[in-house]
């Protein structure tokens, strides 16, 4: 089968104007013939390597003009070419990089993927860029209809509602929340958890600096996340307990008023914490019994644990009554059970998202469940796991070879915080004592040294990775890491 005929929709019998055109032979032919022009132009990048310097003076006024429309500059001199091949990347300044955040996760199978771009082409064609709740083509549907059938398979999740950025989809699901349990006003949420920017979820992220000026609307009650080396100081028994008496102590103090606890249960922004499913267990059995909304939010951590839901990873899909996902899916939506379905008018919008999203996002997800990346049920490590494992033996290496760059990292409750983490596609390392202004240099000199990384944590602060797993092989992992070394070398002097 030809890309471009693996990239539309087989035609019934009776078909449409609309289905006979993305079929047509001379459509295929074209849409092949793009992406073979892709396929050839994006095997010619194949290393890192710096930046053109006869495009230097062009490029650093794309800078210029980026920070004038947004009234401050770029966080990394980043604008890309539009090309790249898998895991590297190419910028507008002709250097090539090892994209190892991807837009913050976006982009799980790289740069340039053929099969992605001929969909993309192909969305081309459609009659109009957006579909929205009033007017829509059918592969919003299709989109839908395959994220379900996934986690309809360990959990109660039944129906599907689109949106175009996380922060809306978490609008959505405190929507549905308050509704199910009118009147019920209040919210529980992790420590350190991150919700996204409007001004209700900014407000129950856990940075302050995040909502400076914005007016609190919204009662927000914090739960400590789990936390591995006070458990372990401790016992388990006795941390989950203390947990638990929080937990209990937050709904008698508002009897009735909680809608939801929002559980990140691995958390992003908060400094790649994964979580633990006795803990979670625990407090999610409270909400049951007490009739809180146990609402999960996987917009970062979903499709890169070692489960394409965390909540299978951590085996509580049955608890689970609201769900958000979003980044990689391109498409971001909010899910919810039977009982969650909301009364008519609550949601909806103008739009729900572009042709182009949804057949992407549908195929990322059925790419998800057909490769061989998730742990199976018997526990042999899939991909993704193999993947981190590389990760952690680089990490291990690059600590011995240079322990100067790796002294003790102190945790907020003084306890001492491991120098790397994370779990599958969510990866972490903390260098120079966790110390911000070191981890932001840091990153900055890895950008230079040909590797795109990013920050994460409130103190201790992280170099974070989301990688594009799919598509970097494990062998890349020696050149990703000898990039990381200059740019670790060039912070420590
Ligand atoms: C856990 C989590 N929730 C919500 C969001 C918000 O998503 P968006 O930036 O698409 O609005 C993010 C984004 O980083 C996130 O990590």
């Known amino acids: 089968m030809t890309t471009a005929s693996a990239a539309s929709p087989s035609i019934p019998a009776a078909a449409t104007h609309g289905e006979r055109l993305r079929k047509s032979p001379g459509v295929c032919a ?14 010619r990048i194949t290393d890192v390597r710096p930046a053109d310097p006869a495009l230097k003076v062009s490029y650093d006024a794309l800078m210029k003009r980026a920070a004038d429309v947004r009234g ?12 790249g091949n898998g895991a590297l990347v190419e910028l507008a300044d002709g250097s090539v990089k090892w994209d190892m955040i991807n837009g913050i996760g976006v982009h799980f199978f790289g740069h340039s993927d053929p099969d992605l771009a001929a969909l993309g082409i192909m969305s081309g064609l459609d ?10 083509n059918f592969e919003a549907v299709e989109f839908s209809e395959t994220l379900l059938a996934e986690a309809k398979k360990n ?3 039944k129906y599907a509602y689109l949106s175009t950025s996380g922060a809306m989809a978490n609008e959505n699901a405190i929507k549905v929340c308050y509704q199910k349990h009118a009147p019920a006003s209040r919210v529980i949420a992790f420590r350190d958890c991150f919700m996204g920017r409007s001004v209700t979820m900014c407000q129950i992220g856990d940075t302050a600096d ?67 499913r006795d803990y979670f267990k625990t407090l999610m059995e409270l909400c049951k019994a007490r009739r809180v909304a146990v609402w999960d939010d996987e917009i970062q951590s979903f499709g890169r644990t070692n489960r394409m839901f965390a909540y299978e990873m951590f085996n509580l899909g049955e608890y689970v009554d609201v769900f958000c996902v979003g980044k990689m899916t391109q498409t971001c939506a909010t899910l919810f ?22 057949r ?23 991909l ?17 070879k240079h322990p100067e760059w790796f002294p003790k990292v102190m945790d907020r409750a003084g306890n001492e915080h491991p120098h790397f983490g994370g779990v599958g596609g969510m990866m972490k390392f903390t260098p120079f004592a966790g110390k911000k202004d070191k981890v932001n240099a840091a990153c900055k000199a890895c950008f230079e040294h040909g590797v795109v990384l990013f920050s994460c944590g409130h103190g201790p602060y992280h170099v974070r990775m989301l990688p594009a797993l799919p598509v970097l092989r494990l062998e890349d992992w020696a050149r990703v890491f000898a990039c990381i070394e200059k740019g670790l070398a060039a912070t420590a002097t």
Not at 228 to 242: C, F, P, S
Not at 337 to 358: D, I, M, R
Not at 360 to 382: Q, S
């Open 127 to 136: 009659d109009t860029l957006k579909h929205g709740n009033l007017q829509t």
């Open 30 to 43: 074209a849409v092949d013939a793009m992406v073979g022009e892709l396929r050839a132009a994006s095997a």
């Open 155 to 157: 959990s109660r999740l």
């Open 360 to 382: 992407m996002g549908k195929r990322i997800i059925e790419r998800l469940r057909d490769g061989n990346y998730y742990d199976n049920e018997r526990g042999d490590a899939g």
């Open 337 to 358: 059970t039977e009982e969650y379905n909301p009364k008519p008018g609550l949601l909806s919008g103008t739009f729900t998202g572009e042709g182009v999203s949804f």
């Open 384 to 400: 993704f796991a193999r993947h981190h494992a590389e990760f952690r033996r680089h990490m291990q290496a690059m600590i011995a």
């Open 210 to 276: 995040y909502r400076q000026g914005v007016p609190l609307s919204t009662l927000v009650d914090y739960m400590p996340f789990w936390d591995e080396a006070a458990a372990e100081r401790m016992g388990k028994a006795r941390y989950i307990d203390m947990a638990l008496q929080h937990l209990e102590m937050l709904l008698d103090r508002y009897p009735g008023q909680h809608a939801c606890f929002i559980f990140e249960l691995v958390q992003g922004e908060g400094g790649f914490n994964p979580g633990d």
């Open 72 to 83: 401050r500059g770029l966080l990394y001199p980043y604008i890309g070419s539009g090309l």
